[in-house]
């Protein structure tokens, strides 16, 4: 299996950033870590074995990312608008060098999306305010509402990278017929803490036309060995 570490000092950041690239082709998955999590985490969690036959044959090339969550929606001694202004530029170093350093390497079309915990609420943000970039997006036992990172507050920074709350008043026609277009998956535990919020944004969804799988798993099911079931279930489609 091809595996390669890249860093640079990244100009949207302004600090050092990795990413670990996994497989030689397919659809070019971008891979967020848990909550303050690693690139190197679904290496050492035992994700890429999950996913090896769809390496080795190509179906897809994963790129993961480092977080920035300890300087963003977890950096508790700072504003929340703060925290959401270090969030928007974690999200130009992936617009900006991440998703051209991929098309370079790879020129598949295919966005993937896709994380698990803190890391689904960052796939599935970052797809909906870009329908244009992503054809999937996998979110898995994920957080959808990032008032809950807030203490409940929320400004124009928070409201608009919370998926919960820009997605119910998504009123421009074309962002929602490109919204409509991708695939969007997201499975949690029945047993999760989480559960009624994914109900919820589920519900807010549908109020839009926005077509989507919702999976419900039995009991807690928020862990990696859920996970790489998860992932390797809903990775192709939404069976």
């Not at 082709?25 to 303050?36: K, N």
């Not at 807010?204 to 039995?218: C, E, M, S, T, Y």
Request: aromatic share 14%; with cysteine; charged share 25%.
């Amino acid at each position: 299996m091809h595996r390669e570490h890249q860093r640079w000092r990244s100009p949207a950041l302004g600090r050092e950033m990795d990413l670990l690239i996994f497989g030689h082709g397919g659809a070019r998955v971008l891979v967020f870590p848990t909550s303050m999590g690693r690139f190197f985490e679904w290496e050492d969690r035992g994700m890429m074995r999950a996913l090896g036959e769809h390496l080795e044959k190509g179906w897809l090339q994963l790129y993961c990312v480092d977080s920035v969550d300890s300087e963003s929606w977890y950096a508790k001694h700072i504003h929340p608008a703060e925290r959401a202004r270090r969030h928007e530029a974690y999200e130009r170093y992936l617009l900006d060098e991440v998703l051209p350093l991929s098309m370079h390497r790879n020129p598949n079309p295919f966005l993937i999306t896709t994380g698990a915990s803190f890391g689904a609420y960052h796939a599935m943000s970052f797809a909906l305010r870009h329908p244009g970039t992503t054809g999937r997006v996998l979110g898995m036992s994920g957080l959808y509402d990032i008032k809950e990172q807030t203490e409940g507050y929320s400004d124009d920074s928070v409201y608009f990278n919370n998926p919960a709350d820009f997605i119910t008043n998504e009123h421009d026609e074309g962002r929602l017929a490109a919204i409509r277009r991708m695939d969007i998956i997201f499975a949690i535990g029945r047993d999760d803490s989480m559960h009624w919020t994914n109900e919820r944004f589920s519900q807010a969804l549908w109020q839009k036309g926005i077509p989507h799988a919702f999976r419900v798993w039995d009991g807690w099911a928020h862990d990696w060995p859920w996970w790489e079931r998860m992932v390797r279930t809903y990775i192709g489609g939404s069976d």
